[in-house]
């Protein structure tokens, strides 16, 4: 690869990554069914999660027309492990990272697909359902709303899943067939 990935993921302030091959991926429609339950708020509510965008086996074909994954996280600390305001200030610092590495990334790029973690965070509101999204272009879909279970991939990825007491881990994936110089 032309472009210099560790200098670049830490630019982007990423905590850990590894790339693999897609057809190492674990689809699941159980994990889609822990979307269902609603616990983050964010199913039916956003087109960054199900089922805007899409059934398991449709996320699947989305992510298999690719043939490596970056997937990438970022831990952050937190008071204690019911520190909620934490998990929630980690993960809008995550969305903040997955744009600025894709950002970093784009022009060492061909066609792409970003997932990060939960919702998208572009928008104040999103449109959904009522209008088409604003920016489907910077979308990045939920990771685990695509059906992956994210605890295997980072395994896959040679990561860690879970980073230590009092802190939480997001994790994105980059699905790309190569990077450019």
């Known amino acids: 690869m032309g472009a210099d990935l560790r200098g670049i993921a830490d630019r982007a ?15 699941s429609e ?8 609603n616990v983050c708020r964010k199913y039916a509510a956003t087109w960054a999660c199900p089922p805007a965008v899409g059934t398991v086996d449709e996320c699947r074909a989305k992510c298999l027309r690719f043939r490596n994954v970056l997937v990438f996280s970022g831990k952050y600390d937190l008071e204690d492990s019911f520190d909620y305001e934490g998990m929630m200030g980690g993960m809008e610092s995550f969305k903040r990272t997955a744009r600025e590495l894709e950002a970093l990334l784009k022009p060492h790029l061909g ?17 959904y359902p009522a209008r088409p999204c604003r920016f489907p272009d910077r979308v990045h879909g939920s990771i685990e709303g695509y059906g992956i ?8 990825a040679g990561m ?21 110089d």
Do not use: H, S, W
């Open 13 to 27: 302030g990423v905590f850990q990554y590894g790339v693999i091959g897609t057809p190492d991926i674990d689809f």
């Open 30 to 37: 159980e994990v889609r069914k822990m979307c269902e339950a």
């Open 111 to 127: 066609e792409y697909l970003m997932l990060a973690n939960e919702g998208c965070g572009i928008c104040d509101a999103c449109t």
């Open 149 to 156: 279970f994210v605890d295997k991939l980072a395994e896959a």
């Open 160 to 180: 860690n899943y879970i980073n230590g007491r009092n802190t939480v881990t997001y994790f994105g994936g980059l699905f790309y067939d190569d990077f450019t």
